[in-house]
C-alpha cells in the first residue's frame, strides 16, 4: 500500500487539517503488529489506545472518528477498533473468543473459516 499518495490517507489529512495523515498510520500499523491482537485495538479507552499508538496529538477523539469516516478504522460492536486491512485479510477471533474456546475446536474453526475465506476471495 502507498501511503503517501493512498486516497484514504489523503482524505484523513484533509479532514483532519493536517499535511500528511501516512506517518500517523504508519505508527498506529507498526504498533498494532505488535500490540493489537489480529488489528483489534482494546482496552479501556480503545479510542485513546488508538490515538497514542499513532501518535496523534491534536483533538481527542478526531484521528479515529475520521479514520473510521474514510474507513482506515472500524468501530465494533463492542467499542473497540478493528484496523480495516486487518479485518479484511483473514478471519480472526478476539481475545476473549480465543481464551474461552477449546484449543482443538478454536483452531478446526479457524481452519474452516480460513478455508470459506479463500474460496470466497477466488
Do not use: C
Amino acid at each position: 500500500m502507498d501511503l503517501p499518495r493512498h486516497p484514504k490517507s489523503r482524505r484523513l489529512a484533509q479532514l483532519l487539517g493536517v499535511a500528511e495523515a501516512w506517518p500517523r498510520l504508519v505508527q498506529l500499523y507498526g504498533w498494532a503488529m505488535d500490540y493489537a491482537h489480529n488489528g483489534v485495538i482494546e482496552g479501556d479507552d480503545p479510542t485513546w489506545t488508538a490515538e497514542d499508538a499513532a501518535g496523534w496529538t491534536g483533538t481527542p477523539g478526531d484521528f479515529v472518528a475520521k479514520a473510521v469516516a474514510v474507513g482506515l478504522l472500524d468501530r465494533r460492536e463492542d467499542g473497540t477498533h478493528q484496523i480495516g486491512w486487518f479485518d479484511r485479510s483473514k478471519p480472526t477471533l478476539s481475545r476473549a473468543e480465543a481464551a474461552a474456546t477449546p484449543p482443538a475446536f478454536r483452531d478446526a474453526l479457524l481452519g474452516l473459516a480460513r478455508s470459506a475465506h479463500l474460496r470466497g476471495a477466488a
